[in-house]
């Protein structure tokens, strides 16, 4: 949910466009600490979604299992997960924009799940 809202800023508020060039079109640092620091500041939303996404990835992993069953229902989800996450990454790629760490857009959230 956090990774939708910050890519639909990105696509369709212009956030993309002030990353790339700067607040107002200036990508100076002597602008202001903002503008110094504009991708990582926003990039931290998209980290936020990542870090949200293998908190629960990690939560799925790492539950005590006793059977040898669960172990092997475990194994098919990630297996999924892992085909899920492939095929979202390349309609994201298609559809929305290349995975890029700066901006940590949701199509670098999927990859790098």
Not at 14 to 43: D, K, P, Q, W
Not at 76 to 95: D, R
Request: hydrophobic share 45%; aromatic share 12%.
């Amino acid at each position: 949910l956090i990774g939708t809202g910050y890519q639909i800023t990105l696509s369709y508020f212009g956030l993309m466009e002030t990353l790339e060039s700067g607040v107002g079109g200036v990508a100076s640092h002597i602008n202001g600490f903002f503008n110094a620091n504009r991708e990582g500041i926003c990039s931290s939303i998209g980290m936020l979604s990542l870090y949200f996404a293998g908190l629960s990835l990690g939560s799925l992993v790492f539950r005590k299992r006793t059977v040898l069953s669960e172990t092997i229902k475990l194994w098919k989800i990630l297996a999924g997960i892992a085909i899920l996450s492939w095929i979202g990454t390349w309609q994201a790629q298609i559809h929305i924009q290349d995975p890029s760490r700066c901006f940590a857009n949701i199509t670098y959230v999927v990859w790098s799940l």
